[in-house]
């Protein structure tokens, strides 16, 4: 088999190391950094997993995948969503008539990416464990779990043979329901991993304030009725039922209890988008959670504000015009009040 890792980030980074470690007699594993900095610096370095034993770059590393390993049998995904057209444009042709791509991203990625490859040749990972990068090469695992591994048609016959290579990383559970296991990690992302940029606040801090407990609800929220509307069977995602959290569903303290235990599974961590908001890098991925939402709510016929506020925010965060602070929580939560609505 011939593989190919696309994106050599947090999620890459850990997926190729331990691919590299577990590599078959005669199989091929080329890496694309996606700048000559990256290729540079794991070159000199390797990929170094926190605890893991490192391993040397390949010879097949290059800023994007190497010419010369084509045709390539399956292609890994996993650059950030608004990095995911320019790493298409370069990986698309270089893919086997018989090979798959898998999306290992957050957001909607399979939409946008079967238009390139076709539906029977694009497969998802919904990515239920967690890490940060600290450096070009240098990782650091935050958070156990498992991929959710699916195919945009529903299909097996190209899903098998990617969760042989997958699961050599992390353990892998397949379903023929792939869109609902992603619109379930979209909604708790839209709200988790957004509330925390705004706010500069780890999971655990967030977890701890009541506001932004009410607030994930109402968000998560939005983005069920989307999915319910767009006639999406939700699936579970890390043992939580999304309908859970539908307003009215179940006492509002049990559902602050529920946000409280999702966010405190990695207490001390910050979202990625925090972390390159911080770091004065775009936060990416903003207009592919929230933004996804409140773009398919606009189709569906539905509101979905706090989505919409959430996406502004953020870029107003990236363009300096309003800070990182908990005083955001208090002015989106007053503002959610305000309006007409749930409560939680």
């Not at 996993?78 to 270089?94: E, F, G, M, N, Q």
């Not at 606040?201 to 929220?221: E, T």
């Amino acid at each position: 088999m011939r593989i190919g890792v696309i994106g050599l980030g947090a999620i890459g980074g850990v997926l190729a190391a331990r691919l590299l470690r577990s590599r078959r007699p005669g199989e091929t594993i080329a890496l694309a950094a996606g700048s000559d900095r990256a290729v540079e610096a794991i070159r000199r370095g390797g990929l170094r997993v926190r605890g893991e034993q490192s391993v040397a770059a390949p010879d097949l590393l290059g800023s994007t995948l190497p010419a010369q390993a084509a045709p390539y049998d399956l292609l890994l995904l996993c650059t950030r969503t608004d990095a995911s057209a320019a790493a298409l444009d370069a990986a698309v042709p270089l893919l086997g008539p018989d090979g798959a791509l898998v999306c290992v991203q957050n957001g909607l990625p399979e939409e946008s990416a079967a238009v390139r490859v076709g539906s029977k040749r694009t497969l998802g990972a919904v990515i239920g464990w967690s890490a940060s990068s600290e450096a070009y090469g240098e990782f650091t695992i935050t958070g156990g779990g498992r991929f959710i591994l699916g195919a945009v048609d529903g299909s097996m016959d190209k899903v098998l043979p990617a969760k042989e290579v997958l699961e050599r990383a992390f353990p892998v559970r397949v379903t023929p329901n792939l869109r609902g296991a992603r619109w379930t990690k979209l909604a708790f992302n839209c709200a988790l991993s957004t509330l925390c940029a705004i706010s500069g606040l780890d999971f655990g801090h967030l977890a701890s304030r009541s506001d932004a407990r009410r607030l994930a609800l109402l968000i998560v929220g939005e983005a069920i009725a989307v999915a319910q509307k767009r006639r999406v069977n939700l699936e579970k995602v890390v043992g939580l039922d999304p309908r859970w959290f539908v307003p009215g569903a179940m006492p509002a303290a049990i559902q602050h209890a529920l946000i409280w235990l999702a966010a405190r599974r990695r207490p001390r961590q910050r979202s990625g988008m925090l972390q390159r908001l911080l770091a004065g890098k775009p936060a990416g991925q903003v207009d592919d959670l929230n933004g996804a939402v409140a773009d398919a709510a606009r189709q569906a016929g539905l509101a979905a504000p706090l989505n919409a506020r959430l996406r502004d925010l953020v870029h107003a965060i990236e363009r300096g015009e309003e800070p990182i602070g908990p005083n955001q929580l208090e002015q989106l939560a007053a503002s959610a009040s305000s309006s007409p609505g749930p409560r939680v």
